[in-house]
């Protein structure tokens, strides 16, 4: 790799993690957008920028909409008095927050996110930072590292609350984790046809699925891996790290100002993650349809630009995108939606549920692939 590629790489990487963090920036705003339509309320509509919002109509319908709000939500966090408590144990009070959103930074590294044809060579390019052979298996390794911040807090605050909080986000990591990783390993089973090269990477399995997605041929992993994705995210119905109704705010119960909006962005930056290996795993990444590519598209209109150059990467980004913001909103939505469990719930839906639906499923899936290479391949 020569130094030209290497500086187009850096600004790539530049370039997605700015993104990463605006996508964070607003999933807040859609966060308090969505509450207040589901309770029918207006929601964040009077933040402005003088200049912007003097522009005639065009200012008000910005304004309204609440675009401008995470920028006062930001400035809030960045000036507010930094409360330290005498009683914490400061070093590590101040590496939890740090920690907290580093692993999600690391994990879209190699998230692929769009696809196009080189017009001069006629090769596929995929549009990734790095496309490395054990893509899913570094998200699932670097992800979990995320729940140290959550203990290293807890511990750290030296209070009750925090700490109780610690133990529980520890607890449910463990227990949703299996059942997670499980749920994705018929998937790999498929793609690692008998014969062929070995690999764990997302590409590949988002190229598998140019006819069947993943949901369709597998939902019951499917649905394991959404129901896992949400305890490990720490969202409702499975916010017991920060449960108020019981723990104050858990964790972050003696955090203020920027050290509270780092657990925030990693929180959010942990579902955006999350809801691209989604998109990836189980529902085409960037194909538009099942059964249906970009490539099946321009060979079926003649229009072979829509697979090419800028403007087939434009449409597959865009595509891949639309997904993953489909499932921001769901995480949302079901906030909102489905009531708190309570703790000994949470244990006994990953113990007693999750976990053996996921171990039914392998087996099932393995006698099923045994089965379809030597009766039918």
Known sequence: MDVVDLLIRFGLGLLVISLVMGV?????????????????????????????GAIPILGPFLTRLGIFQPLADGGKFLFKEDVVPAHVHKFYYVLAPIIAFIPA???ISVVPFGQYVDAATGTVKTLILANVDVGILLVFAVASLGVYS???AGWASNSKYPFLGGIRASAQMISYELAM??????????????????????????????DWWFVLTQPVAAVVFLIALFAETNRLPFDMPESETDLVSGYHTEYSS?????FFVGEYANMTVGACVTALVFFGGWHPLPFVTWADLAAWTGQAWMTTGVVGALLSIGTFVLKAF???????WVRWT?????????????WKG????????????????????????
Do not use: H
């Open 326 to 332: 489909f499932f921001l909103f769901f995480f949302i």
């Open 24 to 52: 964070c920036m607003y999933s807040v705003l859609a966060e308090r957008k969505v509450s207040s339509w589901i309770q029918g309320r207006v929601g964040p509509n009077r933040t402005t920028v003088p200049l912007i």
């Open 105 to 107: 930074l690391v994990t």
């Open 338 to 350: 489905v009531p708190r469990f309570r703790y000994d719930q949470v244990m006994r839906i990953g």
């Open 258 to 262: 920027f050290k509270f909006g780092f």
């Open 181 to 210: 990783t499980l749920s994705v390993v018929p998937v790999f089973m498929w793609v690692n046809a008998p014969g062929t090269e070995g690999t764990l990477s997302l590409v590949r399995v988002v190229d598998a699925q140019a």
């Open 150 to 152: 959550i203990i290293i």
């Open 354 to 377: 999750l976990l053996p639906v996921a171990i039914a499923n392998l087996i099932a899936y393995a006698l099923i692939i045994a089965a379809w290479d030597r009766w039918v391949s």
